[in-house]
């Protein structure tokens, strides 16, 4: 009798104790490891501020199939340990559904953790290649064309601007810069491009001019910068034009965003590159969710602003499609509610639907800067790569 | 308090400690370490192995820089040697983990050899830049030598395996890294009672002396630039079975750069400092997220505070410098002196 009477104490205290887990269970939890400080903070920040909004957008309106959304995150000063040990914390204290980590060497890190999880579906700033590839890493995604694909949209652009030019490449002898040497190449060919010169430059480096006399022989009619996020490309861009250079210039997403562009000066002028997403001040077009962005933040907001904007509604969209459809909020669940996504409006962020097949967005525009009217105007339509 | 520690014998007098005191206290904290994976969460004992692995690389540049006095700045080059030869250990040939860390530090300690040649010739900031100069080679390996280490896309690493257990959380790989570290600094605080000690501290202290003495410069530089990449290779592969990723970004300048401010804000020529320096320079940015993470409206307050964080962690390694050049152990001692007369005088 009394063993019967502990046993239902006991029980009872036990429901008592786990009447707040289920009611935090209710929760959609989101964590981050984003980078607010260290030599990635320009984007961190950015990123921090279009999830958060996003976030309060979907909760204001009643939270995902009811349940809210509780974001947090923690600053990584981009440092791959550090994102780590701010990922043990946060899925330690919170029953952790998305995430969002800042780097490449984060996102190869934590992918066995991940898959020995099964419960976390995680996306990033990481556009590398390699994570686009949903066997290696099956609870992964990008907001966004992978780094190949960026370039792929490019060469795209050059090929139907000018069939047959002259294509050339200059990039940071690092792992983002290596990237899509390789895609670079192939597609250059398979477009029937030339290429004239595949240029690498040590990562850092401030004096580039013995590369600026070996872009300048090679005389393309199109360079590509990639893996930098401004310098050296000024210093290419400056030097080549006084050397009556006609070469086009183009960089891809972490260099477009306007502010980084215009740091180009009268140079710039002309400057093109490839983005997945509007820009903040790009009216060409309908696009209701900007004008959100626009009424929530009048001054400008950064493209990784965007980005972290894009990734808040991906997330929310799996996990929205994965609770209508009864099932648990695991990795393989919210994966497969992702790529269940085709032909989503995304209010106009991205100029046209968008289909996930795999781990990316292969979808994005090019877009040219010009520097009269101190902005970035579309050059292109939008361009979808398979 | 502490009345009377008489020494009798020479092998009293060389003893690592010497009183009841201390030992009662090393078996408490010997304790501590045990039961520390069984209370501790997920993050806290991620943190303590990173801790571990980084206090057996500073105390292997302890070694070099500390006591020997030769400055380093390729500790994190020589991790990188270690880590990679763990990668490769364990991808290709699938050898045990305990033959795999030995291997990560034999082939560290082979590459410190070359690296210490100018050792002879160099010494103070030019050997230093020679130190940085080795560390830009072997990068320029990592990334290139795409046949052997996967080029910059690096090589993934499988867990480590004992008797068929993987392992792949902190809970267990903590049970791998702490021992081994604890073995290491027994290794290196032991070999100061020796004669290669008391040769590198002599060394140190006056090369051309400690030559008159009948100490042969070339043997025994040599032999500190060896141990102290064997601790670096050891400590890196233990990185790369922690981290399970190596790529030559891994192991960047500013992580030897790291270990060297360990050392010198925890004290350097001094064991207890190579570890005070390591845990201080790990976990007080963490520490320093904690502290925010408590203050109302924590998530703005990251944001408001994210770059005075990085002030504060800086002024405070500045703060240590100019208020206590011999670092934390130095702190450690005073503290210790205070309580070895307390209460009769304070």
């Known amino acids: 009798m009394k063993l019967s009477k502990w046993l239902t104490a006991l029980l009872a205290a036990a429901g008592i104790a786990s009447a707040p887990v289920a009611q935090a269970q209710e929760e959609v939890v989101i964590g981050g490891s984003i980078p607010m400080t260290g030599v990635f903070a320009f984007a961190g920040i950015g990123i921090n501020a279009g999830m958060q909004d996003y976030f309060k957008i979907v909760n204001d309106a009643g939270g995902i199939k009811g349940r809210k959304i509780k974001y947090v995150f923690e600053d990584t000063a981009y440092k791959p340990d550090v994102s780590v040990a701010a990922f043990k914390k946060l899925t330690g204290g919170n029953k952790i559904n998305l995430y969002y980590g800042d780097s490449t060497a984060f996102s190869r890190t934590i992918n066995p953790e991940l898959d020995r999880l099964g419960t976390i579906m995680m996306a990033g700033a990481s556009f590398a290649t390699e994570i686009n590839d949903p066997k290696k890493f099956p609870a992964q995604f990008m907001a966004g064309p992978d780094y190949s694909e960026q370039i792929g949209i490019l060469l795209r652009h050059i090929a139907k601007e000018k069939p047959k030019a002259k294509v050339a490449i200059v990039y940071s002898d690092s792992e983002f810069g290596r990237d899509p040497v390789n895609e670079f190449r192939e597609m250059s060919k398979k477009l029937g491009l030339t290429v004239a010169a595949e240029i690498q430059t040590a990562p850092g480096s401030v004096d580039v001019s013995t590369e600026v006399i070996k872009l300048r022989r090679a005389d393309p009619d199109y360079t590509i910068f990639h893996g930098y996020v401004l310098a050296p490309i000024p210093e290419f861009v400056t030097q080549m034009k006084k050397a009556g250079s006609k070469s086009h210039f183009m960089g891809t997403f972490w260099t477009m965003d306007s502010s980084t562009v215009m740091k180009m000066g009268e140079a710039g002028d002309g400057f093109m590159g490839v983005m997945p997403y509007r820009y903040y001040y790009d009216t060409s077009a309908k696009a209701p969710m900007l004008d959100k962005i626009r009424q929530m933040r009048p001054e400008y907001q950064s493209t990784a602003y965007l980005q972290g904007f894009l990734t808040a509604m991906l997330f929310t969209e799996s996990a929205k499609r994965t609770l209508e459809a009864g099932k648990p909020l695991d990795a393989k669940n919210l994966k497969a509610a992702l790529n269940s996504i085709k032909n989503f409006d995304t209010g106009g962020l991205i100029g046209v639907p968008i289909t996930i097949k795999g781990n990316s967005v292969p979808v994005g525009r090019i877009y040219r800067a010009d520097m009269k009217a101190q902005k970035m105007v579309p050059a292109s339509d939008w361009i979808a790569v398979e | ?346």
């Open chain 2, 1 to 346: 308090m502490r009345i009377g520690s008489a020494k009798e014998t020479y092998a009293q007098d060389g003893a690592l400690f010497d009183s009841r005191t201390q030992w009662a206290l090393l078996g408490v904290l010997g304790l501590a370490l045990l039961v520390f994976p069984f209370v501790a969460s997920q993050y806290w004992l991620y943190l303590a192995c990173l801790v571990a692995i980084n206090v057996a690389s500073a105390t292997g540049l302890n070694i070099l820089t500390g006591y020997t006095g030769q400055v380093s700045l390729g500790q994190a080059a020589f991790m990188g040697v270690g880590a990679y030869a763990v990668a490769i250990l364990e991808k290709q040939l699938g050898t045990p983990v305990l033959l795999n860390l030995l291997g990560a530090g034999g082939a560290a300690m082979l590459v410190g050899l070359v690296v210490g040649i100018p050792s002879l010739r160099v010494k103070g900031l030019y050997l230093a830049i020679a130190t940085i100069a080795a560390s830009f080679i072997l990068h320029f390996v990592f990334a290139n030598w795409t046949r052997v280490t996967g080029g910059t896309a690096g090589l993934n690493v499988p867990p480590a395996k004992i008797f068929g257990l993987a392992l792949d959380t902190e809970f267990r790989l903590y049970w791998l890294v702490v021992p081994i570290t604890v073995l290491m600094l027994a290794g290196a605080a032991n070999l100061f009672r020796t004669r290669i000690g008391r040769a590198f501290v002599a060394i140190r202290d006056r090369d051309i002396s400690a030559e008159v003495l009948g100490i042969p410069l070339l043997r025994y530089k040599l032999l500190s630039f060896g141990l102290s990449s064997f601790y670096a290779g050891v400590a890196g592969g233990l990185w790369a079975y922690f981290f399970r990723s190596v790529t030559p970004e891994s192991f960047p300048l500013l992580m030897s750069i790291f270990f060297l401010a360990a050392i010198i804000v925890g004290g350097m020529g001094s064991i207890l400092g190579g570890i005070l320096g390591a845990v201080f320079m790990t976990l007080i940015p963490e520490v320093l997220k904690l502290v925010v993470g408590w203050l109302p409206n924590a998530n703005e307050a990251m944001v408001l505070l994210a770059p005075v964080r990085t002030i504060v962690f800086g002024v405070l390694i500045v703060g240590f410098l100019i208020f206590e050049p011999h670092g934390l152990a130095e702190i450690w001692r005073r503290i210790r002196r205070f309580f070895h007369l307390w209460p009769f005088r304070s």
